[in-house]
């Protein structure tokens, strides 16, 4: 017999830029008379910049659970390794809610010159099969 063929379900992309840490880029502004807290103007830029960078994979999101590697390169040594943003910028384009991943491998690095995000995400499925992948910066396509 024939044994099921399994479509590889990995994607990797780069987001130039750097992203703004999700747990330090809140303000606080008043909304109907009532303190809430939004999102910096740092973080909203980045992610208008995120959504006009990432693959849209529309009809044929992920589904299920999901993992992800992300290296994060940022421009000085100050900012907090933080992928909650990248995260959530995700939803609706890679998949449907963060809520899927359920295995996370982040990693920070610096690049002065050329801050950015690398990002491989894929399905359990594809992990279980045992495919690799690469970053895209390791100019090999994902596998």
């Given at each position: 017999m024939y044994d099921k063929v399994q479509l590889m379900t990995s994607i990797c992309f780069t987001v130039i830029g750097e992203p703004a840490s999700k747990a330090?880029?809140?303000?606080?502004?008043?909304?109907?008379?009532?303190p809430a807290f939004v999102k910096s103007h740092k973080a909203l830029a980045y992610a208008k910049?995120?959504?006009?960078?990432?693959?849209?994979?529309?009809?044929?999101?992920?589904?299920?659970?999901?993992?992800?590697?992300?290296k994060i390169y940022y421009a000085s040594r100050r900012p907090d390794l933080d992928e909650s943003v990248i995260l959530d910028c995700m939803e609706g384009l890679?998949?449907?809610?963060?809520?899927?991943?359920?295995?996370k491998h982040i990693y920070w690095d610096l690049d002065r010159e050329n801050p950015r995000a690398e990002i491989v995400v894929g399905t359990a499925d594809d992990k279980i099969a045992g495919r690799e992948h690469r970053y895209p910066s390791d100019q090999r396509p994902c596998a």
């Open positions: 330090n880029s809140r303000r606080l502004v008043q909304i109907k008379n009532r910049t995120f959504k006009h960078q990432c693959p849209c994979l529309a009809d044929a999101m992920l589904e299920g659970d999901v993992w992800v590697d992300i890679i998949y449907e809610n963060d809520r899927q991943v359920k295995e």
